[in-house]
Each structure stands twice: as C-alpha cells, then as structure tokens.
C-alpha cells in the first residue's frame, strides 16, 4: 500500500529530513583519513539525539540478522551499501565511502545518503560518484504528480547505463515517511511508463548504487559488496512527489 501524507505529516517528515540534510554537510569535514567508521557513527548519534531525533537504522531487524548496530551504514570503496560502522575501519588517502543514514522525529521517517572522498581520491572514483549523484537528480526530476514508477527508473537505469556503469542487483529504493521502508519499491532500472502512479503527496526516497565494473552483488551478513570488487557509489534523497518539481526533504 502506497501512503499520500497529509500536510502535519509532511511536516513532521520534513522535520526528520532535516536533520539528516545537516548532519550529511557536517560531516564533509570530519571524512579525512584517518577517522574510523565508528567515530563517524558516535558523532552521528549524538548530532540526531541533540536534534530530537533518534537513528532509525539502528537495532533495525531483519530475519537471520542480529539487529543493525550503527546510526549510519557506512560503506567504503567496494562496499556497496550496509556497511557497519566499526574502531577496525579506518579511512584513508583515496578512499570513498557512501554514508546513509535516516532517522525518526516525531515518529515520522527520512533517509538520504551520499558519497565522499577521503583526501585526494582517483578521477576514475571522482566520475562513479558524479554519475551516481547525476543519476539520483535525474530520479527526482521524473518524480512528478502522474508520471509512474518505472519513470523514475528509467532515468536512473538509462543514465547509468549510458555512462558504462551498473546499477547494483536487487537494492531499490522505496517509499519512507510513515515508516523507514514503505511501499512502492523503486528499482535502479526498468522501463518508462510502467508501475505504480505518482501521486503529489507520496514521499519517496530515491537511492542510486552505482558500481563500475559489475551489477552483480555478493552479500556478506548486512554488508552488500560489488562482486567483482570495483568501486560502488551510493547517493539517496527523500523526496515530496508534488503537482511542479518534487522537494528535496533531506536537503540541509
Ligand atoms: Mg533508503
């Protein structure tokens, strides 16, 4: 089932956005090498609890699984996404790491992620995360009042395919607000003109993972890697379908 949100609760999910916009910048400057994941993840808890807000991601369960242990999945160079924040992963020179993170104010949900460069990084590792962050913009821009699903997927499948990388298998993104992961699921590709109907009031969160050398994926516990070990890139918004172009929730 597919919520449209009332006005308060669009409010409310703004809100939790919000907090996720901020917190995504602020940690722009902490992403240098030497800091490990789990300090990332401390600091992450404490900027939400300060806010109001508590980490959605964390103690989340899902069969088979012990629950979530972090606030933010954090996810280095082949690590596609899920990664967990641990004192043993320490960034360095080079590397790129997808941060998501989402949390919940008031019970309502956001989600967004995004990837950065620690230090100087490759051109090569550069262009995988312009084309994701591309291929996020290109999501959003196909979100409006009455077009469908597979419209957004198109815009991402096609871009990425078009610039020689691969959406990874099996990881969408999804409706989120009402709770962390709703319905409808948004697939990485598919075909224009197909799915379920946009509606002005659906809030959405659309998350590209983009890998350069393969879709294919291996899973290891919560943690997703890119199977032929190439470089994965992962950016993510929560969005508000409206009548004109979508807003962007977990914009700061
Ligand atoms: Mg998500």
């Not at 009332?6 to 240098?32: F, H, Y």
């Not at 009031?201 to 516990?221: D, H």
Request: proline content about 5%.
């Amino acid at each position: 089932m597919i919520y449209l949100k009332s006005p308060s609760e669009i409010e409310k999910i703004r809100a939790a956005s919000q907090i996720i916009g901020e917190l995504l910048d602020t940690l722009t400057a902490m992403i240098v090498p030497g800091i490990s994941t789990w300090e990332l993840d401390q600091y992450a808890e404490s900027f939400i609890r300060e806010r109001g807000g508590k980490p959605a991601f964390k103690g989340y369960k899902i069969p088979g699984l012990k629950p979530f242990p972090g606030t933010l999945c954090t996810s280095p160079n082949s690590c596609i996404v899920h990664g967990i924040p641990s004192k043993k992963v320490i960034l360095k020179e080079g590397d790129i790491i997808g941060i998501d993170v989402g949390v919940i104010k008031d019970r309502y949900y956001g989600d967004a992620a995004r990837t950065y460069a620690v230090g100087q990084i490759s051109s090569e590792a550069a262009r995988l995360m312009d084309v994701t962050r591309t291929a996020l913009s290109l999501g959003i821009q196909a979100a409006v009042d009455g077009a469908r699903v597979g419209d957004i997927s198109y815009a991402v499948g096609s871009y990425i395919a078009s610039q020689g990388y691969f959406p990874a298998d099996d990881l969408t993104g999804h409706g989120v607000g009402i709770k962390l992961h709703e319905d409808p699921q948004i697939p990485n590709s598919g075909k224009a003109g197909y799915g379920p109907r946009l509606e002005a009031g659906m809030t959405l969160a659309i998350e590209p993972m983009v890998n350069i050398g393969t879709n294919r994926v291996i899973e290891k516990g919560w943690e997703f890697f890119a199977a032929d070990g190439s470089l994965s890139a992962h950016y993510e918004h929560s969005i508000l379908v409206t009548n004109a172009q979508a807003e962007i929730l977990t914009k700061a």
